[in-house]
């Protein structure tokens, strides 16, 4: 069983920062592939960020990409995203998930493990 505690969310205008942390119990995270998902009001979860387990292959939506950073410390048991450049429609709330298997996907059935969200609000 793993479970996954995000923070770091908050308020920031539309061209400012975030880095979103999750912070993950078990001693198999080191195994997991990582991924960031989001929701805004009433849309559908989809996908943002992904790591495979050493955080040598990442994947990203296109519409971070280039903004956003997924990566990881497993000695830390955290998985993290550096948000740049934010824009309104970024506005969601943000889960990270864990995938017990070693490759990332951008499936959300493909992970298990889910934490409880953390909301990114972006001002215009």
């Known amino acids: 069983q793993v479970q996954l505690v995000e923070s770091g969310g908050g308020l920031v205008q539309a061209g400012g920062s975030l880095r979103l942390s999750c912070a993950a119990s078990?001693?198999?995270?080191?195994?997991?592939?990582m991924g960031w998902f989001r929701q805004a009001p009433g849309k559908e979860r989809e996908f943002v960020a992904a790591?495979?387990?050493?955080?040598?292959?990442?994947y990203y939506a296109d519409s971070v990409k280039g903004r956003f950073t997924i990566s990881r410390d497993n000695a830390k048991n955290t998985v993290y995203l550096q948000m740049s450049s934010l824009k309104p429609e970024d506005t969601a709330v943000y889960y990270c998930a864990a995938r017990p298997l070693p490759i990332a996907t951008m499936d959300p059935h493909e992970y298990n493990y889910w934490g409880q969200g953390t909301q990114v609000t972006v001002s215009s």
């Open positions: 078990g001693r198999t995270f080191s195994s997991y592939a």
């Open positions: 790591s495979s387990w050493s955080g040598g292959h990442t």
